[in-house]
């Protein structure tokens, strides 16, 4: 094949020098070039370890011929911005990161590409920019940091911080808490949008077979990262190998399946359409919601589950939870190593893969004094710990284009239930509410203009977190929110509502005292009674046309900036919350 690379040598004389100047050497100059883009950065964990993956990727490049350019457009983080107008941006940095990849990467045409991120929108954001620039392209998941002591995580912080503003632990505590939640680099342990986005890497054929999610401190990963060098210089020169080429609708509905076994993030439903749409393949909630329903749930790891999540790679990762669910999935779709999905499973088993993982799993167990089986994280098949998935769409007259729950990490208590509204705009006014004991038993709280147009749709975390926290009030009531949440949250939270409040949709009209009928098995979300009192259909749709007539939009929050354009060009959260700039 005749590279693109050498094309642009001949019509931009420019372009050798200038690279010679760089620090490329001449010779470097006629080879494979590979394109290396990562969110390194000292942001976060899960990107301040990037650089030493990405010196690995060079090495295999160079080792296969290639010569490999170090590009970065750090990402991020949402644990760091909580609680504060900063998690507004969390969502927006996914479109530019993917803007800023396209640039990277066509402003100086490259052979092939290696993407490397590990969290929550670095990820999302570098899959849907290597399917804009479209060149025979490979995912390197950054990996998952260790656990603390006592296997600590930082999902239980917010558990913790609640814990002391109702005065139930003390400052130090809380302290030991926080320096001990997050003792090395990588993704949070726990199945989060990070560690869930990593899996999805994986399951829809964009990253070698067995590395996503793997402990970032591991010499595997670094193996990982040098033979995915090695791989793009290959890939550079085989026809048929670009993502477009690879990625289907099956490898959609893979990937799908793969989330209802792990049961992941919630945030998946924002970033696998938002993927999708850049490939031209439509994914809805509906296809989450149709996928889901019997599917088996397998994971035993955290938050719904017991164990920390760099567990997941010593039970085996994404290739055993596949082995388990193989029956269900599309096993001829191409994947980067050229062979298609059922043909990488096969060689795994062959390969001393499972053997290898099974000795950090013992590892793991000398650590901690504990006596953990494969079988213990990863259920077998007929041994699961669901058979409905995790995540169900809602809808009703509250959200006509649907809303998303996490029912594996929902009291069952809450699966049916008529509540009395408590409507909040704003989250700082809800939070105070829960901490004061203002909620009580038989709440919906909704908290609302948190969607995509209307802040940016930040994550409810700490209100979530505190009702979830709170033994009594984690099992009474529920929250609902044309917002997000973060991967970690838990509890009776129902999210992206939508049509979101901003556009008017029906969460704008719920007032104090309408009752609420949630019902998960049947997947409805209803108004059902005002001010209290039940009334029939008609008699609600008629209420709330009453209602309509007297809404009016808001000023819009943000005037100018990444916001202002986030807020006027992002679609519906149950379609992607992408920015659409049709007419």
Not at 41 to 59: A, F, N, Q, T, Y
Request: aromatic share 6%; proline share 5%.
């Amino acid at each position: 094949m005749e590279l693109v690379s050498q094309k642009m040598r001949e019509l931009a004389p420019e372009l050798d020098p200038l690279r010679i100047g760089t620090g490329w050497k001449p010779e470097d100059l006629a080879k494979p070039q590979i394109f290396i883009e990562s969110t390194f950065g000292d942001s976060h964990p899960g990107s301040g370890h990037l650089d030493i993956l990405v010196e690995e990727v060079r090495k295999g490049a160079e080792e296969a011929g290639g010569h490999g350019a170090r590009y970065h457009c750090t990402d991020i983080c949402d644990g760091e911005s909580q609680g504060t107008d900063g998690i507004n941006y969390s969502l927006a940095s996914r479109e530019m990161i993917a803007n800023m990849i396209e640039i990277h990467a066509n402003a100086t045409p490259f052979d092939a590409g290696v993407y490397l991120a590990s969290c929550d929108k670095g990820l999302p954001g570098n899959l849907m920019g290597l399917a804009r620039v479209d060149i025979p392209s490979i995912v390197v998941p950054g990996g998952t940091m260790n656990a603390g002591p006592e296997m600590l995580t930082l999902e239980q912080l917010g558990m913790y911080s609640a814990k002391y503003q109702r005065g139930e632990i003390d400052e130090e505590k809380l302290n030991w808490a926080k320096c001990n939640a997050c003792p090395s680099c990588g993704a949070c342990s726990f199945i989060g949008t990070a560690s869930t986005m990593q899996i999805m890497a994986e399951a829809l054929g964009l990253a070698l077979p067995g590395s996503a999610l793997m402990p970032a401190t591991s010499p595997d990963l670094l193996a990982f990262a040098r033979q995915a060098g090695k791989r793009a210089v290959e890939m550079a020169k085989e026809p048929g190998m670009k993502p477009s080429e690879i990625v289907t609708l099956e490898s959609f509905e893979n990937a799908i399946l793969v989330h209802a076994a792990v049961s992941g993030s919630t945030n998946c439903l924002l970033h696998l359409p938002a993927i999708a749409h850049e490939f031209g393949i439509e994914i809805t909630g509906d296809t989450f919601d149709r996928l889901h329903r019997n599917a088996r749930y397998l994971l035993d790891v955290r938050p719904a589950g017991r164990w920390p999540a760099e567990v997941f790679y010593y039970a085996g990762g994404v290739p055993a939870i596949m082995e388990e669910i193989k029956e269900h999935l599309h096993l001829n779709v191409k994947t980067v190593t050229g062979k298609t999905l059922g043909e990488n499973l096969e060689e795994l088993k062959n390969n001393g893969f499972y053997e290898r993982c099974n000795k950090w799993l013992q590892d793991f167990n000398a650590r901690y004094g504990v006596s953990v089986t494969r079988e213990d994280i990863i259920r077998p098949y007929d041994q699961a710990i669901g058979t409905d998935g995790s995540i169900a769409i809602l809808r009703g007259n509250l959200a006509p284009e649907g809303a998303v729950i996490k029912h594996t990490a929902c009291p069952k208590e809450m699966f049916r239930a008529v509540l009395h509204a408590r409507p909040f705009d704003s989250e700082e006014e809800c939070l105070d509410a829960v901490l004061k004991h203002k909620v009580q038993k038989g709440d919906a709280v909704f908290i609302r203009y948190e969607g995509p147009k209307g802040s940016g749709m930040p994550e409810m975390f700490y209100t979530s977190e505190a009702i979830s926290s709170d033994k009594e009030l984690g099992r009474s009531i529920a929250l609902i929110t044309d917002g997000r949440f973060s991967g970690a949250s838990t509890g009776p939270v129902i999210g992206h509502c939508s049509p979101e409040a901003s556009d008017g949709g029906p969460i704008a009209l719920v007032e104090e005292g309408d009752l609420i009928e949630i019902d998960v098995m049947e997947r409805r979300l209803n108004i059902i009674g005002i001010q209290g009192a039940k009334k029939t259909p008609e008699e609600v749709d008629a209420v709330l046309a009453e209602r309509r007539k007297n809404w009016k939009p808001r000023e819009r929050k943000y005037k100018k900036g990444v916001l202002r354009l986030f807020s006027e060009h992002a679609v519906s959260p149950m379609k992607g919350a992408y920015l659409d700039f049709e007419d």
